[in-house]
Nanobody
Framework: QVQLVESGGGLAQAGGSLRLSCAAS????????MGWYRQAPGKEREFVAS????????DYADSVKGRFPVSGDYARSTVYLQMNSLKPEDTAIYYC????????WGQGTQVTVSS
């Protein structure tokens, strides 16, 4: 089992920044990919960004590319999402995930961007 704890959500103004963190614990030795999804009210959960631990390769949704760099601290089993140039449409619950055989999910953290 892998446990994920997210932090860093909150309220920001359009154009502002927030930084999300996600710390993994438990059976992390087999973990090879961590990242983020988000779910806005009335919409399906969508992929945001990911980092592959084997080579630190990153991947992004087109909607956040260039604005939300993802990074990680392998020694701390922690992944970060730096959210810059925030837009009201970025408002959502952000979920961290980790893949270690199966995909594990965090509890989610609310991000609200006001115009």
């Amino acid at each position: 089992q892998v446990q994920l704890v997210e932090s860093g959500g909150g309220l920001a103004q359009a154009g502002g920044s927030l930084r999300l963190s996600c710390a993994a614990s438990g059976r992390t030795f087999n973990m090879y990919n961590m990242g983020w999804y988000r779910q806005a009210p009335g919409k399906e959960r969508e992929f945001v960004a990911s980092m592959r631990w084997t080579d630190f390769n990153t991947d992004y949704a087109d909607s956040v590319k260039g604005r939300f760099p993802v990074s990680g601290d392998y020694a701390r089993s922690t992944v970060y999402l730096q959210m810059n140039s925030l837009k009201p449409e970025d408002t959502a619950i952000y979920y961290c995930y980790a893949i270690s055989g199966v995909k594990y999910w965090g509890q989610g953290t609310q991000v609200t961007v006001s115009s």
